[in-house]
């Protein structure tokens, strides 16, 4: 009877997420790598207390399920539908006392103070204009497409191989810069005009020395016919 | 052509006709110039200036509580450079009266012609009526111009050598962030990547910078030299990078260490990649030997204190590198 009662309510309210549904699909899914309960194993890391913030960012990044062990996880398309991933969230949130999913507010942050903290400590990888780059065995992912929730996950969490960032290296409220500076950087208003991919100095560079001192030669040649003639 | 072929018979004529400087009659090849003390005064100046600015670079090189040295050094030399051009153009325009030569002859063997032009070249000097005080304005702008321009020698060694050893780190020193305050050994968490300056040192000198990192205290390798440098896990290594001395920036720090590469710390310029568990040992990129590797310890408070100075020297490799180690 009780159960019954309670497959009455989940049909009544599809859209709220449980942890009861989210097992089910954990154990579709993930139950191979990362163990009964989330316990963990020789080949995935153990899923208690990484809370609902883990399990957000890697579900709705498409980060796992991974398609085999050892590959580094990449933005990829969703393989679970959203009620899945809700449920999911909720399984995992319910393995131990981890953190919820944080609510960045960008619109209460600094721009300039973005840029700072993004430049100390971001941009080494992902380049000053959160293109991406390289590392020895690991590619900093483009953070074209990150979301600001997203974004606060993965400065806390600390994806593959980049560090992590407690609260007292990046409090909340430089966190909310620093994704105001992220979310500047996917749409910039790119003053000086053509972009050249923004990808640093070298395209720049190419185009002064192709473009510009070829047009300064042009000009000095028809300054040069014009005393002679 | 022409034009350089007179420049260069006018200035043998100007060296020879010195030596043998005939009496030549009163009779002016030129018009008498028409003096200009105003201009005069004004390239004399400007002489000077260039001299007294061409005098601040080495003042600036050696002075080591100027800040920014670098741009007021360039400034200090373009400008020298700016007020001689300048002077020489002002005297060019009007103090030295100029003829044009426009008529060809043969070199050499044509006394009357050479000595046409010596009287020229001589005559050309009566626009100064202070000739002595524009020369000592001309030699020493250019004099010192070309101290200026010899004085970055002097970086060879081996005068200023003994700062590539020298850093500010010294037994018992307490390791500070970038905001002066302690760093607590409690604060610094596994997988984070941390900066640390000592404590009332300056920030900028090449010793000064660290790299903080907790690794689990079975990785840790650490044998010869820095046997023992940690402090219950806790590694600090010059941020330097030894291949060409960018800061090291990156931390490739694992979440799941079965699966994943090895924590690193690695270098944005050129990827040196070092190993923070083994001493600072090179495992990829161009970087030539590890990074220096300080020794810390963990006093009553919990704070973070160095122990000595680094195991090697800090920055970029240079000849000799390991001829010595940095005084303890």
Not at chain 2, 94 to 118: F, G, K, N, Q, R
Not at chain 2, 235 to 256: E, N
Request: overall charge positive; some cysteine; proline content about 9%.
């Amino acid at each position: 009877m009780k159960r019954l009662l309670v497959i009455a309510l989940l049909l009544v309210l599809p859209g709220v997420a449980t942890a009861a549904n989210g097992k089910q699909v954990y154990g579709r899914y993930c139950v191979k790598c990362h163990g009964p309960n989330g316990a963990g194993t020789s080949i995935a890391p153990s899923l208690r207390n990484v809370g609902a913030l883990a399990a957000d960012f890697y579900l709705r990044t498409g980060y796992m399920p991974l398609k085999r062990t050892g590959l580094q996880p990449r933005r990829s398309r969703l393989l679970l539908s959203k009620e899945q991933i809700d449920d999911l969230i909720a399984y995992v949130a319910s393995l131990g006392h981890g953190p919820p999913v944080p609510k960045p507010h960008p619109e209460a942050g600094n721009l300039s103070e973005g840029q700072h903290v993004f430049a100390t400590n971001c941009a080494g990888c992902h380049q000053i204009m959160a293109r991406g780059g390289y590392v020895t065995h690991a590619v900093p992912p483009p953070l074209g497409d990150a979301t600001a929730t997203e974004i606060a996950e993965a400065v806390r969490i600390g994806p593959y191989v980049m560090p992590r960032f407690s609260a007292k290296q990046i409090p909340d409220a430089q966190l909310n810069s620093l994704i105001r500076y992220v979310q500047w950087t996917q749409k910039p208003d790119d003053r000086g005009g053509w972009s050249l991919g923004r990808i640093g100095p070298v395209p720049e560079g190419l185009v002064t020395w192709f473009f510009g001192a070829a047009a300064l030669v042009a000009v000095c040649l028809v300054i040069g016919r014009r005393l002679h003639g | 052509m022409g034009k350089a072929r007179d420049a260069l018979l006018s200035g043998a004529v100007l060296l020879l006709g010195r030596r043998r400087r005939l009496p030549r009659p009163d009779a002016h090849l030129l018009p008498p110039p028409a003096q200009q003390p105003r201009a005069e005064t004004a390239a004399i100046a400007l002489l000077f200036l260039a001299a007294l600015c061409a005098t601040a670079f080495p003042v600036i090189y050696f002075v080591d509580a100027i800040p920014a040295k670098t741009q007021y050094l360039g400034l200090s030399i373009g400008l020298a450079l700016l007020f001689l051009a300048a002077a020489l153009v002002v005297a060019a325009q009007s103090v030295i009266p100029t003829e044009e030569l426009a008529h060809e002859y043969p070199p050499d063997e044509h006394e009357a012609d050479e000595e046409y032009l010596a009287g020229l070249v001589e005559e050309s000097g009566k626009g100064f009526t202070r000739r002595g005080l524009f020369k000592l304005g001309l030699f020493s702008a250019g004099g010192a111009l070309g101290v200026a321009a010899l004085i970055p020698a002097v970086s060879f060694g081996p005068l200023g050598v003994k700062e590539f050893y020298g850093t500010p780190w010294r037994k018992g020193r307490r390791l500070v962030d970038e905001n002066d305050m302690p760093l607590r050994a409690s604060d610094i968490q596994e997988k984070a990547l941390y900066t640390a300056f000592p404590e009332g040192a300056d920030k900028e000198e090449q010793g000064s910078a660290l790299v903080v990192v907790r690794l689990p205290r079975s990785s840790l390798t650490l044998s010869g030299r820095v046997e023992g440098y940690d402090a219950d896990g806790i590694v600090a290594y010059s941020k330097l990078c030894t291949h060409a001395g960018c800061a090291i920036s990156l931390y490739r720090a694992p979440l799941f260490a079965p699966d994943e590469p090895r924590p690193a710390l690695v270098c944005p310029c050129h990827y040196s990649t070092f190993d923070p568990a083994d001493g600072g040992s090179v495992t990829f990129g161009p970087a030539g030997r590890p990074l220096p590797m300080l020794p810390l310890s963990i006093d009553g408070k919990g704070e973070l204190r160095a122990r000595g100075n680094f195991d090697d020297p800090v920055g970029p490799s240079w000849w000799g590198v390991r001829e010595r180690r940095p005084s303890p």
